[in-house]
């Protein structure tokens, strides 16, 4: 049997455009097209981003100057077995939620990822 069959992955990528929020006193993303479609057939485009804006994973390089990079970092660290948790229904804008109402919902394991839904 193949491992991959019996496993789900998430993929929790935000779509990221020129309205993609950057982390507080970052530059935002942004386009700048230098070359349209014609005459060659091909669009151009500069882009500019900082590395706190989408998606992103922060290593430990990014706190500390002895630190890994994110290269370095081995897969099974961001990939393994886990859980999600679907708290929507009390999950509001800067409210608080406790491991009890997530442990209520799901059961979580030592080294399991979570994932909670808001």
């Known amino acids: 049997m193949n491992f991959w069959n019996n496993i789900k992955m998430y ?3 935000q779509n990221t455009s020129h309205l993609t ?3 507080p006193t970052y530059e935002p993303l942004q386009v700048k097209f230098f070359k349209r479609l ?3 057939g091909a669009n151009g485009q500069l882009i500019t981003t900082s590395n706190h804006v989408g998606t992103h994973l922060d290593g430990p390089l990014h706190f500390d100057t002895a630190g890994r990079d994110i290269a370095s970092l081995e897969l099974e660290k961001l990939c393994g077995p ?4 679907d708290l929507s229904d009390q ?3 800067f409210g608080i ?3 009890k109402d997530i442990t209520d919902r ?3 394991k030592k080294g399991d990822i979570l994932i909670i839904n808001t």
Request: aromatic residues 10%; hydrophobic residues 35%.
């Open 106 to 108: 799901v059961e979580v």
């Open 21 to 23: 929020p950057p982390w």
């Open 97 to 99: 939620y406790t491991p």
């Open 38 to 40: 014609s005459p060659n």
């Open 82 to 85: 886990g859980v999600v948790v």
């Open 11 to 13: 993929d929790l990528t």
């Open 91 to 93: 999950a509001e804008d």
